[in-house]
C-alpha cells in the first residue's frame, strides 16, 4: 500500500535534499552537456570549397526560382546555377562534385541529389539548406531523394543523442547514488522500522527528478525547434517519449540502488556501460560504416529504441531502426520489468546492517 502523506513528506524532503546537493547535478549533467558540443565542430566540418551544381529547370515555377535564389545566398555553401542540358553534361562527364536537380514545381516531383562516390561534400549539409530555402520560399515540405547514402546532420542527431544521454544519467546516477548514500548513512534502517513501504519509498524519489527531467527535455525540444522548424504536434510527442524514456532509466537507477551498497559502484559500473550503450546503441551517431557486429548491436540496447523513437517524433531525417511502435514497446516493457526488479529487490540495510526485528514493510 502506498502512505499519500508519507509518499508527499519524503518527496518534499527529497526535492530540498536534491536542490542543496548542487554539486552531483552538475557532475550528472556535466558529461552530456560536454558531448554536445562536440556536435557544433563534427557539422563544421564540411567540405565548403567544393561548388555544388544546382540544376533548375527552365520551366521553374516562381516558388522554384526563389528556391534557387536562397542557395544562392548560402553563406555556407557555394552554388551555381546551370540548365538542364548542362546538368545532363555534366552528370554524364562525372564533372561535379555533387548535382542537385531541382524539380519545375513543389509538387511536380523531388529534390534528385547526386555525388560520386570521391565526394567530400555533405549531403546533409545540403539538404538542411534545401530545406531552409524551400521554407523562405513560402514552401513548406520539398521532398529530397539522394544517392549519395544517409548522412545525419550532426546537430539534429546529436540533439537527440545528447538529450537521451542526459536522462540516462539523471535517471541512473541522480537516483542511484542518494539512495546508497541513505543506506550507508543508516536512514534507510531507520525508516524500515516505520509502515513506510518499499513502493511509498521509490516512489517519493520522482518527482525531484521528475521535475528536472521535464525541464532538460523542454530545453532540449526548444532548441530542436530553433534549428529545424519542429511543430508543435512533434515536440509535444517527443516530450511524451522522453519522459518515457526517463521513468526507464530512473528504474535501472532504483534497481542500482536499491541492490549496490558502496556509493562508487554506480559510476564504476554505469558509466563504462552508459557510454558504450551510447556508442553501440546509435544514439549519438549513426553506425554506418561501422563494422558489422557493431551494426547488429542496436536491437539489444534499450536506449537506442528511445532515440530512435525521438529521432522519429522530431523528424531528424535518415531512415529508421525500428518500426516506432515497436519503439515504444520495448521502452515501455523494459520500463515496467525493471521497475518491478527495483521494487522487489530493494533493500534496505548494508549485510553487516541486518535488521532482526518485524519488518512493518512487508507485504
Avoid: H
Avoid at 527529497?14 to 558531448?35: G, H, S
Avoid at 511509498?200 to 518527482?207: E, R, S, Y
Amino acid at each position: 500500500m502506498i502512505n499519500t502523506k508519507a509518499l508527499y513528506q519524503l518527496a518534499l524532503a527529497n526535492w530540498r535534499e536534491l536542490t542543496r546537493d548542487y554539486r552531483m547535478i552538475l557532475f550528472v549533467f556535466i558529461p552530456p552537456l560536454l558531448t554536445l558540443l562536440v556536435f557544433p565542430l563534427i557539422a563544421s566540418m564540411t567540405d565548403e570549397e567544393s561548388l555544388i551544381t544546382l540544376v533548375l529547370p527552365g520551366d521553374a515555377s516562381p516558388a522554384i526560382q526563389d528556391v534557387a535564389a536562397e542557395l544562392q545566398a548560402n553563406r555556407d555553401l557555394a552554388f551555381e546555377v546551370v540548365d538542364s542540358a548542362e546538368g545532363r553534361r555534366r552528370k554524364e562527364n562525372g564533372a561535379f562534385r555533387a548535382l542537385v536537380f531541382l524539380p519545375p514545381d513543389a509538387g511536380a516531383g523531388a529534390v534528385v541529389i547526386e555525388t560520386p562516390p570521391d565526394s567530400s561534400v555533405k549531403v546533409y549539409a545540403i539538404k538542411s539548406a534545401l530545406e531552409r530555402a524551400a521554407r523562405a520560399a513560402g514552401i513548406p515540405a520539398l521532398p529530397v531523394s539522394d544517392g549519395g547514402g544517409f548522412y545525419a546532420d550532426p546537430l539534429r542527431y546529436g540533439t537527440v543523442g545528447t538529450l537521451v544521454y542526459a536522462l540516462a544519467s539523471l535517471g541512473v546516477f541522480g537516483v542511484a547514488i542518494p539512495i546508497i548514500a541513505m543506506r550507508q548513512q543508516g536512514i534507510l534502517r531507520l525508516m524500515r522500522t516505520t509502515p513506510v513501504s518499499r513502493l511509498t519509498f521509490v516512489l517519493a524519489q520522482v518527482p525531484a527528478r521528475l521535475l528536472l527531467a521535464m525541464g532538460l527535455t523542454v530545453c532540449a525540444l526548444l532548441l530542436s525547434r530553433a534549428m529545424w522548424n519542429v511543430t508543435f504536434p512533434q515536440m509535444a510527442a517527443a516530450f511524451g517519449t522522453a519522459m518515457l524514456g526517463f521513468w526507464m532509466f530512473a528504474a535501472f537507477g532504483y534497481l542500482v540502488g536499491g541492490t549496490f551498497t558502496v556509493q562508487e559502484a554506480p559510476f564504476g559500473v554505469g558509466s563504462p556501460v552508459l557510454t558504450f550503450s551510447a556508442i553501440g546503441g546509435a544514439v549519438l551517431f549513426p553506425l554506418v560504416g561501422m563494422p558489422e557486429w557493431v551494426q547488429a548491436l542496436p536491437p539489444f540496447i534499450p536506449l537506442s529504441y528511445l532515440a530512435d523513437a525521438l529521432r522519429q517524433n522530431l523528424g531528424v531525417g535518415g531512415p529508421a531502426l525500428f518500426p516506432l511502435w515497436l519503439d515504444l514497446a520495448v521502452v515501455l516493457a523494459v520500463t515496467l520489468a525493471v521497475t518491478f526488479l527495483a521494487v522487489r529487490l530493494f533493500r534496505w540495510d548494508l549485510p553487516e546492517q541486518g535488521y532482526k526485528g518485524e519488518d512493518p514493510s512487508a507485504g
